[in-house]
């Protein structure tokens, strides 16, 4: 069974947490999102130009870049957290320029090399699969696809042809970390998805609270939280570890229990 | 002029690919507009209706066509090849903008979008947005650098008084690219109601090409001109590149005529081992903004900063059907440094009474350098793409002048 499979394959929803590499502290933090409660974790790439991203997540991107951190520093991460955290999923999330500068299978290499599962490439769309798809799938690594509000019937099947890991619903047309969808159009998208696709669904992009993870989580097999924990992590700066464990235990709690509430 | 076998006229293919170079690399929530944008442009081309109302606006309110000029105390000056100055610089607005923002409204109205953005560097392009916007009535938002709004407050009063906000970019090196950026992240929280105007020949497939198609009115016009003043076709094209989109303009009406020699002029800023915007001399191939193409980076696929004393040219990629005339060597590409410029700027207006804009003064520096060494008998055309009223401010500094 993959490492997917069996985060998901709880009987309950899990909780995806993202943080960026290289800002903060990042493997006390990684550390802390496991100990917390995080079923899958997604390492955010830094990039110069992170067009999907709110103010949060952007300025993450820059304090990393700031500190030099190299595709390299990466990778020694992922394979470092690999080696504490042997059952945990472990998706790297980025921009498509730094994942391909060196070509596409000598990324897929490195991410098999250093244990990662998964790969969410924001602005590559399955007309551009050619570009990472192809050296990702035979490295065995998954291409965690995207789909959004405006994915149309027409559309998803080509968005799932190719897609691993699992399906990430992005709940508002928009940018990361800024407003919420209306929990009725967020239970509409996932019964949707979910009749097209054998994938688990998570759904991310605005989910700040427990509350409002809890209430995805009795929908969705799995909730996104991001730029609540970049938050926090730009608060505290290198000793942020104990509250990023206790934000995320509070998440975790909150979605672990949701389905027996709702049932 | 013979035309080549395989025309080099029919780019991009029906997925936006110039050879490698373009393609559609947004996120998810922008593709289906995207598709639409682009089903769209298919529908409207094949409408004369729409090029009607192009024509009729560029003619009657841009000034089209734009003269063609003998540069006659230039040519003399260098003692080489006859130049002719495609003068953009007096269209509405003082630039080559106007033509693709004419285009994109009419798309954009087709749509039946009510709301419009655009990213401006310098603010030429913005202002040109702001302009099209104010004649259609429609609420225009422009994205600009926080650096760029500091440096450019005549622009930014210009666009504030033709109706539209001006938001001042806050993240990243706050100029152009972080615009774009800005702009990007608006448009995918709008997708809905809102047409985003690119000001030049980037971004994801099908801007490229339908920016291209609507500036190609600069090389078309040119072609009767000179055919009219020389009655045969130039020996050679030279256009500043930044974005490329006046040059593209220039050049693609010409590309199959193979004895027409093309160069496009690159930002050399500071000098290539220095700071400077030449994504073609020195960036490598990858992908932003939509779009694979040459840009300025770092060995992990990192941008870096663009310098050019042209705001204009300030940008660290270049248009993708530039990037494949570059590598298929169908347009040569060369440098110009922000001094070449400058003192070109000061040539050509003591010369011919013609205040170019300093993106097109690498261009005249480009012609100053070659034109010597061709004959007489020899004809280029240069494209001086904007008037250079903006830059004043600019050349003062760099020259110590206060004003």
């Known amino acids: ?263 | 002029m013979t035309q080549l076998p395989n025309s080099l006229r029919t780019q991009p293919d029906e997925r936006g690919h110039f050879g490698q170079f373009g393609g559609r690399y947004v996120a998810e929530t922008l593709m289906p507009l995207i598709l639409d944008l682009e089903r769209e442009y298919r529908t409207a081309q094949a409408d004369p209706a729409f090029k009607a109302e192009f024509d009729y606006l560029l003619k009657h309110y841009v000034g089209r066509p734009s003269p063609l000029w003998f540069a006659e105390r230039l040519t003399n000056d260098l003692g080489g090849a006859k130049i002719y100055l495609k003068r953009e610089d007096l269209n509405h607005t003082g630039a080559h903008k106007i033509n693709n923002c004419i285009g994109q409204i009419l798309l954009a109205k087709r749509m039946g979008k009510t709301k419009i953005i655009a990213e401006t560097g310098a603010g030429q392009h913005g202002v040109a947005t702001a302009t099209v916007a104010a004649l259609f009535g429609l609420p225009c938002t422009i994205f600009m650098g926080a650096v760029d709004v500091a440096r450019q407050q005549p622009n930014v009063f210009r666009m504030k008084l033709l109706g539209a906000e001006v938001v001042a970019v806050e993240s990243g090196a706050k100029t152009l690219k972080d615009a774009m950026n800005e702009a990007l992240r608006h448009w995918v929280a709008n997708v809905h109601d809102t047409f985003y105007i690119i000001g030049t020949v980037a971004g994801p497939h099908p801007y490229p090409e339908l920016v291209r198609d609507f500036q190609s009115v600069i090389g078309n016009e040119a072609r009767e001109q000179i055919l009219q003043a020389e009655g045969r076709l130039p020996d050679m094209l030279i256009a500043p590149v930044g974005g490329g989109s006046n040059a593209i303009g220039l050049f693609h009406p010409f590309l199959d005529d193979e004895g027409v020699e093309i160069v496009g002029v690159e930002a050399a800023g500071e000098g290539l081992d220095k700071r400077h915007a030449a994504s073609l001399a020195g960036g490598r191939p990858g992908i932003l903004h939509g779009n694979k193409t040459y840009l300025l980076q770092d060995e992990d696929g990192q941008i870096t900063e663009a310098h050019s004393i042209s705001a204009g040219l300030d940008y660290p990629g270049i248009g993708p059907e530039h990037s494949w005339l570059h590598e298929i060597g169908r347009v040569r590409y060369e440098p110009v440094t922000d001094d070449e410029a400058l003192a070109s700027f000061q040539k050509l207006t003591k010369l011919e009474g013609i205040i170019p804009a300093l993106e097109s003064a690498h261009a005249i520096a480009a012609a100053e350098r070659i034109a010597p060494t061709l004959g007489k008998d020899k004809v280029i055309i240069v494209n001086c793409s904007g008037r250079g009223d903006k830059d004043i401010f600019t050349v003062a500094e760099a020259l110590g002048v206060t004003l």
């Open chain 1, 1 to 263: 069974m993959t490492r997917f499979a069996s985060a998901f394959g709880k009987g309950r929803a899990a909780l995806v947490a993202f943080i960026t590499g290289g800002d903060g502290d990042t493997a006390a933090n990684l550390d802390a999102l496991v100990a917390g409660g995080a079923d899958v974790i997604e390492l955010g790439m830094p990039f110069t130009d992170p067009m999907a991203d709110g103010p949060a997540i952007q300025a993450a991107n820059l304090r990393s870049l700031a500190k030099r951190t190299s595709t390299a520093d990466l990778f020694a991460i992922a394979a470092a957290f690999r080696g504490r955290h042997p059952d945990v999923p472990l998706v790297l999330m980025g921009y498509a320029n730094p994942m391909t500068v060196r070509g596409s299978d000598w990324f897929a290499a490195e991410c098999a090399k250093a244990g990662v599962d998964g790969i969410i490439c924001v602005d590559i769309p399955f007309e551009e699969d050619a570009e990472l798809g192809p050296a990702l799938r035979g490295a065995g690594v998954d291409l965690i696809r995207l789909a959004t509000p405006t994915t149309d019937a027409a559309r998803l099947p080509d968005v799932l042809n190719g897609a691993g890991g699992f399906l990430y619903y992005v709940s508002v047309a928009g940018i990361t970390g800024l407003q919420q969808a209306a929990q009725a159009s967020i239970e509409d998208a996932v019964a949707r998805l979910k009749a097209a696709t054998d994938l688990p669904v998570a759904v991310g992009f605005g989910v700040r609270t427990p509350q409002q993870a809890a209430d995805i989580a009795k929908v969705a097999d799995g909730v996104v939280v991001g730029s609540a924990f970049i938050d926090i992590i730009a608060q505290h700066g290198d000793a942020a570890a104990p509250h990023v464990e206790a934000f995320t235990r509070s998440l975790a709690d909150a979605i672990h229990g949701a389905k027996e509430i709702a049932a």
